[in-house]
């Protein structure tokens, strides 16, 4: 299926979709990354939610500096073209921080005006293998019940270990997300198989959606802000479309900078948002379970309060009440 995909005289065209804020470095490193992929159709849309870093100047400068054909574009320009962009890379200012789904949306009704068959959501701190996309797309084509396909994510400063195998599991009585393989060594072949009977969701920091996934089933819920976009996505697809995994499809992902986290650790902002999505979800989807989900919070805020955490106790609180 590869070199079918790869030697078609009309490849799928397909975009790569980027969302920055204040992480021009990372951002620059994963734009280095996919000038070296293998996918012989593909535009890069790279977000930026209002960064005060001058990230918008260093992208423009990048792109000069190799050659790359560029175009900027305001928000609301590019959620209402008309036109087909052509160039290699699409810089769309979003003005401010609309959080991960509001940011990525905007790339996303881009998308929408275009005609992309794929749009592959990649965080900006990862770096990929060349035939990382090639992949994605090849386990698609091969079963168009996949609406949204995963990759292996790989630690990038401890490559050997797994972040996560295509994505995780949900606990539906506490709200409470699971990685597939977390922390494992990293060892090929692995059982897709496997993976797909545990799966029930795609890990946002790789994620391949097909037009008609987009089309059928919408946007990503802006109102999480932050965490459980994506297990969102998949909830509302189930019945309508599978999800898939392309193991041999190798991410590197330096996990939450955007976000301030080191790997492990948690800072106050990603706890308040972590609970408020998560209660969310939970009252959306699984209300009857809303007294679990209130009585694990509860137990974890102690915890806090008693190891000295002040700070994510206080966070924890706020999310719960903010939710």
């Not at 260093?58 to 054909?69: E, L």
């Amino acid at each position: 299926m590869h070199q079918n995909i790869v030697s078609q005289a009309n490849p799928l065209r397909a975009a790569v979709l980027l969302l920055n804020w204040n992480g021009w470095r990372d951002t620059l490193e994963c734009l280095e990354s996919l000038r070296s992929l293998d996918y012989p159709n593909v535009q890069i849309i790279l977000c930026d939610n209002g960064s005060s870093d001058n990230s918008l100047q260093h992208f423009v400068a990048w792109a000069q500096q190799h050659a790359v054909s560029y175009r900027t574009l305001l928000r609301h320009d590019a959620e209402h073209t008309t036109n087909t962009v052509h160039e290699k890379l699409i810089i769309i200012e979003n003005g401010e921080n609309l959080g991960f789904a509001g940011g990525n949306n905007v790339g996303l009704r881009f998308a929408r005006t275009q005609a992309f068959e794929y749009i592959w959501l990649l965080n900006t701190d990862t770096t990929v293998k060349p035939d990382a996309l090639t992949k994605l797309i090849a386990e698609v084509e091969a079963n168009p019940k996949i609406g949204m396909c995963g990759s292996t994510l790989l630690y990038y400063h401890a490559p050997d270990t797994v972040q996560t195998l295509c994505g995780g599991r949900i606990n539906r009585r506490t709200g409470e997300p699971q990685h597939i393989g977390a922390f494992q060594k990293f060892q090929q072949p692995i059982s897709q198989a496997e993976v797909l009977k545990q799966l029930d969701y795609v890990m946002g920091a790789s994620m391949l959606i097909s037009r008609k996934f987009l089309e059928e089933i919408g946007l990503m819920e802006e109102r999480y802000f932050l965490y459980y976009e994506e297990i969102d996505w998949a909830e509302r697809a189930k019945g309508k479309f599978e999800l898939g995994y392309a193991p041999e499809s190798i991410v590197y992902h330096k996990e939450g900078r955007s976000v301030g986290n080191q790997p492990k650790t948690y800072t106050p902002t990603s706890v308040y948002y972590m609970t408020r999505s998560r209660v969310m979800f939970m009252r959306k989807f699984f209300p009857k379970q809303l007294p679990r989900v209130y009585a694990r919070l509860f137990i974890s805020v102690v915890g806090q309060i008693a190891r000295g955490n002040w700070k994510r106790a206080v966070a924890m609180v706020k999310g719960l009440l903010n939710a």
